[in-house]
């Protein structure tokens, strides 16, 4: 895997200055169903209010606004189980960019048509998000897409990463932050910022059981490869 720059506070705050015109700061809501259930108190950031329903959307549009003439003319590839794609293919309608999206064979049929709905090209491929991303990677390379990485984007993590900024200006005194971990874009951008911020805040990545990968990965230190059976399609990256 191709090593790269690792954003920093400063690149989070200049995405941020980015996407203001097009995405609002989402609400950090408290439950005390959630504070009895967990024994602390626990707020929830919305980031189901954007445009496509997720936070990933913060990324596509950092990402893709910075692209230059001649990556907008050839169009912009990338591969996923469905946020992801909506993210890209909502910043590229924004900015008047082709986009094409692979997806797995069984890509939730409602962010497929999402990601039509918004001007994409989805392609069709393999049985899960690995699959067609290989099957993306060597579609760039023959068409000479500017291929978009759902996770190894300095771009696209400091897009995210502005939601934690949203979360520590909201709550400043907050000390552990959850996220799920699907790609890892969320989780690297809250890492970023909490450590810029206050390097004794717990950034704590969540991931399915069915789809092991990552956490099997963080025990061991280097990349390791499963299965997943995971139903949550945002997680299911093996």
Same mark, same amino acid.
């Given at each position: 895997?191709?090593?790269?720059?690792?954003?920093?506070?400063?690149?989070?705050?200049?995405?941020?200055?980015?996407?203001?015109?097009?995405?609002?700061?989402?609400?950090?809501?408290?439950?005390?169903?959630?504070?009895?259930?967990?024994?602390?108190?626990?707020?929830?950031?919305?980031?189901?209010?954007?445009?496509?329903?997720?936070?990933?959307?913060?990324?596509?549009?950092?990402?893709?606004?910075?692209?230059?003439?001649?990556?907008?003319?050839?169009?912009?590839?990338?591969?996923?189980?469905?946020?992801?794609?909506?993210?890209?293919?909502?910043?590229?309608?924004?900015?008047?960019?082709?986009?094409?999206?692979?997806?797995?064979?069984?890509?939730?049929?409602?962010?497929?048509?999402?990601?039509?709905?918004?001007?994409?090209?989805?392609?069709?491929?393999?049985?899960?998000?690995?699959?067609?991303?290989?099957?993306?990677?060597?579609?760039?390379?023959?068409?000479?897409?500017?291929?978009?990485?759902?996770?190894?984007?300095?771009?696209?993590?400091? !897009?995210? %990463?502005? @939601?934690? +900024?949203?979360?520590?200006? #909201?709550? *400043?005194?907050? &000390? $552990? =932050?959850? /996220?799920?971990?699907?790609?890892?874009? !969320?989780? %690297?951008? @809250?890492? +970023?910022?909490?450590?810029? #911020?206050? *390097?004794?805040? &717990? $950034? =704590?990545? /969540?991931?399915?059981?069915?789809?092991?990968?990552?956490?099997?990965?963080?025990?061991?230190?280097?990349?390791?490869?499963?299965?997943?059976?995971?139903?949550?399609?945002?997680?299911?990256?093996?």
């Amino acid at each position: 895997m191709t090593a790269f720059p690792v954003p920093d506070l400063a690149d989070v705050l200049a995405a941020r200055q980015r996407i203001a015109p097009y995405l609002r700061a989402t609400a950090l809501y408290r439950y005390p169903a959630l504070d009895a259930m967990t024994g602390a108190q626990v707020q929830v950031k919305h980031e189901n209010h954007q445009p496509v329903g997720a936070f990933k959307v913060r990324g596509g549009v950092n990402l893709v606004s910075q692209l230059d003439a001649d990556e907008r003319r050839r169009g912009v590839i990338t591969a996923s189980t469905g946020n992801h794609g909506q993210s890209v293919a909502y910043a590229a309608d924004l900015f008047g960019v082709r986009a094409v999206i692979c997806v797995p064979e069984q890509a939730n049929p409602v962010k497929v048509e999402s990601m039509r709905a918004l001007g994409a090209e989805v392609v069709y491929h393999g049985r899960d998000f690995d699959e067609a991303r290989e099957h993306c990677e060597k579609q760039a390379t023959e068409h000479g897409y500017r291929y978009i990485h759902s996770g190894n984007e300095p771009s696209l993590i400091a !897009g995210v %990463a502005t @939601a934690t +900024v949203e979360i520590l200006e #909201a709550q *400043p005194d907050t &000390e $552990v =932050i959850v /996220v799920p971990v699907g790609g890892g874009s !969320g989780a %690297a951008g @809250a890492c +970023v910022v909490a450590k810029a #911020a206050r *390097p004794s805040i &717990e $950034v =704590i990545g /969540v991931q399915s059981e069915a789809a092991p990968a990552a956490y099997r990965s963080w025990q061991a230190g280097t990349l390791v490869e499963d299965t997943t059976s995971t139903f949550a399609e945002g997680l299911a990256t093996s």
